[in-house]
């Protein structure tokens, strides 16, 4: 009997100004291997910059059995593909400034920005530097408002963020030459998919691709015309009278305030980027956008809600915004669990790490803070809590992380060990 001719891993959906890479596909095994091909490990890194009120965030109990609070509530769908840790921080994160401790959330360097301090490397560049070039980018750091980030090379030098959606798609996605690249943006405007550009090519791989591939394929195209069509109902805005505000205006979103709709559509591309293998390692970092943020029921900045001094009309505003961002933390996680990915789902083969620097931003500590696991392939469900007068070191999960995805690590910052659960 024939054997249909095994699709390329690196095989790419082209035309005139396009390029579109393709996802993890069983198609994509060696002809006449004994076993499959295994899909690479991955990091995500999103980290929510002004914490998460404690009481709406952290369960009363351990173990499997927790009763899900506010904010778990939202999320209680994927509980058996997470787990829950309390008790865990970086030691000395006090700084110069109050919010310092951002800067060290994938470092856990002591005493951010105090004279002669100097940052050390991160979480999510170690990992970038193991992998290297095997990815068309090794790794990619994303901001919803500034090009600060805390991503940080070997020599403590900050890793500048992405905060374009758009520009970002298009270094994923469109190539060639600018008249070309130009082109194909205007037909996205237009609403005319670059599938449409494609649909030769992409009628031709569906007749070669098995029927678990095609169902890859069909979940995967599904993904970027959602990520196409948020690009444009966000360019329409280009067109508006812009709102006059005290802060360079938005590529994207023009209006800064609209800081669920940045996290949206950088949540949006990261199934593309790690489904097309184009990165292995992403990080966001959700920052404070210094105005009112667009949410209905919201009338003050999220920093000035964060500081509440126990100010209930305060509270109940930031619950609202936090809400909205632990909904779309939500939404990834249903994206990534849908996607399939060789012998699981995008998240089984993914290790997402979603928390905040900041325990309680009312007072500014860096002790107690939220943190989640996701994927990854580990034993999930639970609330692991650490007892003690001490929190114990994140940074023993962050040792766990690294030898998650193939980086034999001994230790990290501050680790002590390795964190296990079971």
Known sequence: MALSRPIDRRTFLRATGVALALPFLESMRPAFAGTATQPPRRMVNICATLGFYSDYWFPKTAGAGYEATDYLTLIDEHRDHYTLF???????????????????????????????????ISLDQVVSNHYGYVTRFPSIILGTYSAQSQSYTQNGVMVPAETSPARLFGKLFLQGKPAEVARETRRLSDGRSILDTLSAQTTALGKRASVTDREVLDAYFEAVRIAERDLVEVQAWTKRPKPVVD????????????????????????????????????????????????????????????????????????????????????????????QNDGDGSLLDHTTLLFGSNLGNANSHVAVNLPILLAGGGFSHGKHVVHEGEHNAPLCNLFVTMLRSVGVEAESFGQSTGALNWG
């Open 247 to 338: 802060a360079e205006p938005l590529t994207d979103i023009p209006d800064n305030t609209d800081i669920i709709g940045r996290v949206r559509l950088l949540f949006d591309l990261i199934p593309l980027i790690l489904a097309t293998d184009s990165s292995r390692v992403v990080s966001v970092m959700i920052q404070d956008h210094q105005t009112v943020p667009k949410v209905q029921g919201v009338t003050a900045d999220q920093h000035n809600l964060s500081h509440h001094g126990q100010d209930q009309g305060k509270i109940d505003q930031l619950k609202i915004v936090e809400t909205e961002i632990v909904r779309r933390f939500g939404e990834l996680l249903t994206a990534l669990r849908t």
């Open 86 to 120: 309390s008790g865990l921080c970086h030691e000395e994160q006090t700084g110069r400034q109050a919010h310092n401790s951002e800067i060290t959330w994938l470092t856990s360097a002591r005493h951010p920005g105090l004279d002669g301090f100097q940052n050390t």
